[in-house]
C-alpha cells in the first residue's frame, strides 16, 4: 500500500511539472488502471493478522477468547495462537537434549474440538541398551467464556497416558476437558533425549493456521550443525552468545567429586508469524512437510578442542565413510557378509548364464528363503537372527542380495536416499540422519550400466523392479548415494566432453561470424568514420535503434534477472518489477531521449 501511494504522488507530481500534461495525465490513468488490476496479487502477508496473541502462557487475552472467526481462512476449524519451543542442552557426566513446548489452539468449530486430543511420538525402544527419550513435565488446561467471566479448567493426571506403538516408538496421549467451539486450549510437556545429536524439525507451520510460532535453540560450540531454513523469507533469526552450566563427577563411590563448569554456547531464535494451513490430505502430495516453513538441522561434526574437528556429514564423502566403514556394526559390516545361501546358490549357478539371467537367479535363491516384514530401514541391527528367522526388513533382504549376487560373480552396491513419504533430503547440505532406507546397484561391465534393484511384497509374493540407467560418478555424489566409486563411466565421460565441446564450437562460430559481419560492413562503408561502423551512419530507423538499445539493456535481465526475481520474491514482486521497467522505459523515451540524441550529435559521441 505504500509503494501504491507513492506511485501516485509521483505521477501526480509529473503531472503538473510537465508541458506534455495530456499525455502524462493518460499515462498516468493507464498506471493507476494497472495499479489496481494487479492489486489482489499483491502479498497479503501484512494483513493477515486478525488479532495479537498474548504470549505469557496461561493468560490468553480478552480478545483471543472473544474470538470466533479467522478472516484469512473462514474455512479453518482451529488456529494455533502459538507455538513456542525450546531446545536446551544439558550436560552431567554426558550430554543430553531436553525440548519443551508451549502451544495454545482456539477452537472455532465444533469439528475443531478433535484438536483437544493429543498424541505425541517419541523414541522409546524396548532394547534398554539403546539411547531413550522420555516425556515428562506435562500439563493442559481449557479455557472457556461462561457470563461475561473466563473459567480455566485444568486437565487431570487420568487424561494422560503412554501406549506402546512398536518396539521402537511410544505414544504420549492426552486430552484436554470441557472443549467445545469457542474453547482456548493449553498444553505443555518436556521430551527428554539421550541423542542430543539429533535435532527434530522445527516446524513453523502446521496443518492449522499458525499466528506466532518461535523456537529457541541454544548450541554448544562443541557440536557444529547445518541449518537449514526451508521458506526462510517468512521466518525471522536472532543469535547471541550464551553458555551452559554442565557438571562432572570425578571419582566414584562415596569418595567421588562432582566439578561445574560451563560450557560457551550458542542462542538462536526463529520466529514466524501469521503463517497459511498446510493441508494434509492435499492429492499427488506425498509428504506435506516438505512444503512447511520449518528449521531442520543436521551435526556437522564435533570439534571437542580446538585443534580436534572430526567431520560426520561436511560433504558427502564423510557420509559414505560413516556408512561404509567396518565399524559400523548396522551397515559397513555387512557388506562383507558372507553368504548364507551358499549351498542354495551353487546349486542354482550356471556359468552360461548372462548378466540379466544371474540377477534373476539370485532374486530366487533369496525369494526362497527370505520373506519380508514390511518396513523400510537403512540399517540392520540383528542380521543373524533375522537369517535364522526367515524375514526382515527391507534393508536385511538387500544385505543378503548383495552377498547372494557376489557368489555370483556380479558387483553390487547399496545406494542410500530417503523415501518420498519421509520427506526431501536438505538442499544446502549432506545429511546422514535423513536418510532412512536403500536399495541394490548393480553394475554391467560389459554394457558399463547400472540396474537398480528394489524388493517390495504385495499378497504374500515378491516383485522385483530393474531401472537400467546410465551410472556417472558425478550423479553419484549430487544424488547422495553411498557406495564404492564408480570406476566405469566412460560412456558419460565422453557424453559430457562432446556436450562440452558443441557449446564451445557454437560459441566460436557466433565470435567468428560478428567478426565477420563488422570486416565486411567496414569495408561497404566509407570506413573514414567510427559513426558508420558503430551507428550506420546515424541513419537507423527508430524500430532499429529501439530493438538494439533495449536488446543491449534487456536481454540477460529478462532471461534470468526477472525469473530469478518471481522464483525468490514471488509473481507480485516480478509484476511491479516488470511495471516499473516499462514506465521508466517510456519515460526515458518521453523526457530524455530526444536531448540524448540531439546532443550525442553535438558531442560526436558514440555511446
Given at each position: ?18 508541458t506534455k500534461n495530456t499525455i502524462m495525465r493518460k499515462l498516468f490513468i493507464l498506471c493507476a488502471f494497472l495499479l ?370 557376489k557368489d555370483f560373480g556380479l558387483e553390487a552396491y547399496p545406494v542410500v536416499m530417503s523415501r518420498r513419504s519421509s ?185
Amino acid at each position: 500500500n505504500r509503494e501504491r501511494r507513492y506511485t501516485f504522488l509521483y505521477f501526480f507530481y509529473l503531472c503538473e511539472h510537465t508541458t506534455k500534461n495530456t499525455i502524462m495525465r493518460k499515462l498516468f490513468i493507464l498506471c493507476a488502471f494497472l495499479l489496481q488490476l494487479l492489486s489482489p496479487v499483491y502479498p497479503q502477508q501484512a494483513t493477515t493478522a486478525t488479532i495479537e496473541p498474548n504470549l505469557k502462557y496461561g493468560k490468553p487475552s480478552k480478545e483471543e477468547l472473544s474470538l470466533t472467526s479467522y478472516a484469512p481462512d473462514t474455512t479453518a476449524t482451529a488456529i494455533y495462537l502459538f507455538h513456542q519451543g525450546q531446545s536446551d542442552f544439558i550436560y552431567h557426566d554426558g550430554f543430553q537434549l531436553t525440548t519443551e513446548h508451549w502451544v495454545r489452539i482456539k477452537i472455532l468449530k465444533p469439528q475443531g474440538v478433535s484438536y483437544a486430543d493429543v498424541s505425541v511420538p517419541y523414541y522409546s525402544p524396548t532394547d534398554k541398551d539403546e539411547g531413550q527419550e522420555r516425556a515428562s513435565e506435562i500439563e493442559g488446561c481449557s479455557y472457556n467464556m461462561e457470563n461475561g467471566k473466563c473459567i480455566k479448567t485444568p486437565m487431570k493426571r487420568e487424561s494422560i497416558s503412554f501406549e506402546r506403538f512398536n518396539n521402537l516408538y511410544k505414544i504420549l496421549k492426552f486430552s484436554l476437558p470441557a472443549v467445545k467451539e469457542g474453547t482456548i486450549i493449553e498444553y505443555h510437556y518436556k521430551l527428554y533425549s539421550d541423542y542430543f545429536s539429533h535435532i527434530d524439525n522445527w516446524m513453523m507451520q502446521e496443518e492449522l493456521p499458525m499466528l506466532y510460532n518461535q523456537y529457541k535453540i541454544t548450541i554448544p560450540h562443541v557440536f557444529v550443525y547445518n541449518i537449514e531454513l526451508r521458506g526462510k523469507d517468512y521466518i525471522q533469526v536472532k543469535q547471541r552468545d550464551s553458555s551452559i552450566h554442565a557438571t562432572e563427577r570425578e571419582g566414584s563411590g562415596a569418595g567421588g567429586v562432582s566439578k561445574d563448569f560451563t560450557v560457551s554456547a550458542q542462542e538462536t531464535t526463529f520466529t514466524s508469524r501469521n503463517l497459511p494451513a498446510i493441508r494434509q490430505d492435499e492429492s499427488y502430495c506425498w509428504c506435506p512437510e516438505d512444503y512447511k516453513v520449518q528449521v531442520s538441522f543436521d551435526l556437522q561434526g564435533t570439534q571437542f578442542t580446538p585443534n580436534e574437528y572430526k567431520p560426520y556429514s561436511q560433504k558427502w564423502e564423510d557420509v559414505d565413510k560413516q556408512l561404509l566403514k567396518p565399524e559400523n556394526t548396522q551397515f559397513g559390516e555387512h557388506l562383507s557378509l558372507t553368504n548364507p545361501f551358499r549351498p542354495e546358490t551353487k546349486q542354482a549357478y550356471n556359468s552360461e548364464m548372462n548378466f540379466e539371467e544371474k540377477i534373476i537367479c539370485a532374486f530366487q535363491v533369496l525369494k526362497k528363503k527370505m520373506a519380508w516384514n514390511g518396513r523400510y530401514q537403512l540399517y540392520s541391527k540383528e542380521l543373524e537372527k533375522v537369517i535364522k528367522k526367515g524375514s526382515g526388513s527391507n534393508a536385511d533382504l538387500n544385505f543378503i542380495l548383495i552377498s547372494i549376487l557376489k557368489d555370483f560373480g556380479l558387483e553390487a552396491y547399496p545406494v542410500v536416499m530417503s523415501r518420498r513419504s519421509s520427506g526431501m533430503l536438505p538442499y544446502n547440505f549432506p545429511s546422514l540422519q535423513k536418510l532412512n532406507t536403500f536399495f541394490v546397484a548393480i553394475h554391467d561391465i560389459n554394457k558399463q550400466k547400472y540396474v537398480f534393484l528394489e524388493i517390495k511384497v504385495q499378497y504374500s509374493f515378491y516383485t522385483l523392479f530393474c531401472i537400467v540407467v546410465y551410472f556417472n560418478p558425478c550423479y553419484n555424489r549430487a544424488h547422495h548415494t553411498a557406495g564404492a566409486k564408480n570406476q566405469h563411466g566412460n560412456e558419460e565421460e565422453k557424453s559430457m566432453v562432446s556436450g562440452q565441446i558443441g557449446i564451445l564450437a557454437a560459441i566460436v562460430i557466433y565470435l567468428v561470424a560478428m567478426v565477420y559481419v563488422g570486416f565486411y560492413f567496414s569495408k561497404q562503408g566509407s570506413g573514414d568514420s567510427a559513426d558508420d561502423f558503430y551507428l550506420g551512419g546515424r541513419k537507423l530507423g527508430p524500430l532499429v535503434t529501439a530493438m538494439s538499445a533495449e536488446a543491449s539493456d534487456m536481454s540477460s535481465w529478462l532471461l534470468m534477472g526477472l525469473p530469478g526475481v518471481a522464483y525468490l520474491s514471488g509473481i507480485a514482486d516480478a509484476g511491479w518489477t516488470a511495471i516499473g521497467l516499462g514506465i521508466g522505459t517510456f519515460l526515458n523515451w518521453l523526457i530524455v531521449a530526444q536531448r540524448l540524441r540531439r546532443y550525442s550529435v553535438v558531442c560526436n559521441a558514440i555511446t
